[in-house]
């Protein structure tokens, strides 16, 4: 079976993610890839597993400022539901 993913061993990505209401960002190159069926998961040098939703190619600036305003939006919206 092929299984098709949307980035590949030896990619550089940029991971945006929220940690405690700030985005993070940092980037890596994926070491791993596994697929559980449903779900794929990367892993990068650090070790952690990486959702495909957090990532986005290298050089894909526009890209990044997207997924980090869009990841800015849901923190926005979580403090506006907290109050």
């Not at 495909?52 to 539901?81: C, F, P, Q, R």
């Amino acid at each position: 079976m092929k299984i098709e993913t949307k980035f590949n061993v030896g990619d550089r990505v940029w991971v945006v993610y929220e940690y405690q209401k700030e985005v993070s960002v940092y980037d890596t190159v994926i070491e791993e890839v596994c697929y559980n069926g449903t779900e794929t998961y990367y892993f990068g040098k650090e070790g952690v597993d990486i959702y495909e939703k957090w990532m986005v190619a290298y050089d894909d600036k526009n890209g990044l400022t997207e997924l980090i305003e869009k990841t800015m939006n849901e923190i926005h919206n979580k403090e506006k539901e907290d109050k």
